[in-house]
């Protein structure tokens, strides 16, 4: 983002603008989320100048809003395209009203014009049967780390495919916020822990009882080992150590690259989710509850959810049965 000395508040825009984005990257946002926020706000960066309108941000007001909405009816064909930078705009806004740079965030105060939503395209239970079996083999592993750092994936493929959690509330994710069963008829329940909304809690498969517990267990001891204390679920390490306790978005993006690359499956973050929402509604859960454990509004469309549901069947009594039959074979081979 360029200054322009002909207008002498653009500067101070652009400032704030960069401690806007650094806010971001603190969160843990991808590289790809910061990119597309950097764009979008160049977009009304470029409208405020083309246009030769008062810069002076505390001036900006609904009008001045509405007319940056026809500026991008002409300039973009997309209603998603429009809708993301008028996004980006109304969080940036909320940032200033923060910093007590604005009184009011005026992009609020206007309609969004309708979200389209992508076709779902969920994982295929034949390539997340691929990645479990690959998991369940590494953990098992002569190598400490190796057979953590697998049954810290088997956690993240739980937490996604039986809870739909997204990558953002992956990031921080605390020990604290797991919620295991008291009693035998119990599922166990993740709590999470949105921004601007109550917190509100997801059931988990039964499966991830035994895995997390055994994960917790081989945890403890490598921070030990490491001389380390962090309160977060997940942790960023190389093949030797643990670097630290939490896992960005980018680094999530990274393990699910990997993971396409050496077993050729088509898996990504979004689309195990996807996978997750459609398994649900096989279960025949009802909408409220699952738009709740999505985190999403009550008047969030599941159409396009629905007329997925006869492509692939999904469950989870294969997780257990796998991970049983990897666990009797380990037995096994000790005796």
Not at 58 to 71: H, T, V
Not at 235 to 250: E, Q, T, V, W
Request: proline letters at 5%; hydrophobic letters at 35%.
């Amino acid at each position: 983002m360029e200054s322009n000395n002909q207008h002498p508040h653009y500067d101070k825009m652009l400032a704030l603008q960069s401690d806007f984005i650094s806010q971001l990257e603190h969160k843990g946002r991808s590289n790809n989320t910061i990119k597309n926020y950097r764009t979008d706000l160049q977009c009304f960066n470029q409208y405020l100048l083309k246009e030769k309108k008062n810069l002076k941000l505390g001036d900006i007001g609904i009008k001045q809003i509405e007319l940056y909405g026809d500026y991008l009816q002409v300039k973009y064909s997309s209603d998603n395209s429009r809708r993301r930078r008028v996004q980006a705009l109304r969080l940036f806004f909320d940032f200033l009203v923060e910093k007590k740079v604005m009184s009011s965030n005026p992009v609020r105060k206007i309609p969004t014009s309708p979200k389209f939503l992508d076709i779902p395209r969920p994982t295929s239970l034949v390539d997340l049967k691929t990645l479990w079996q690959h998991l369940l083999t590494e953990a098992q592993s002569k190598s400490s780390m190796t057979r953590l750092l697998a049954k810290r994936n088997q956690v993240i493929v739980l937490l996604i495919y039986s809870g739909a959690l997204k990558v953002s509330d992956l990031h921080h994710l605390k020990r604290e916020q797991i919620l295991l069963p008291i009693n035998e008829d119990e599922d166990p329940r993740v709590m999470v822990t949105p921004d601007k909304r109550d917190p509100y809690t997801v059931p988990l498969a039964p499966v991830f009882v035994p895995i997390y517990e055994e994960y917790l267990k081989e945890l403890k001891e490598v921070m030990h080992s490491q001389s380390l204390e962090f309160p977060e679920v997940l942790f960023n390490a190389n093949p030797y150590r643990i670097l630290a306790g939490g896992l960005s978005s980018r680094g999530l993006e990274i393990i699910f690259e990997e993971w396409r690359n050496q077993l050729m499956v088509n898996i990504t973050p979004k689309s195990l989710r996807q996978a997750c929402i459609i398994k649900w509604l096989q279960q025949r859960c009802v909408d409220g509850l699952i738009k709740e454990w999505m985190g999403v509004a009550p008047g969030y469309s599941l159409k396009l959810y629905k007329d997925n549901l006869t492509k692939n069947i999904y469950d989870e009594q294969f997780l257990m049965e796998l991970y049983y039959h990897y666990k009797n074979k380990d037995y096994a081979r000790e005796k």
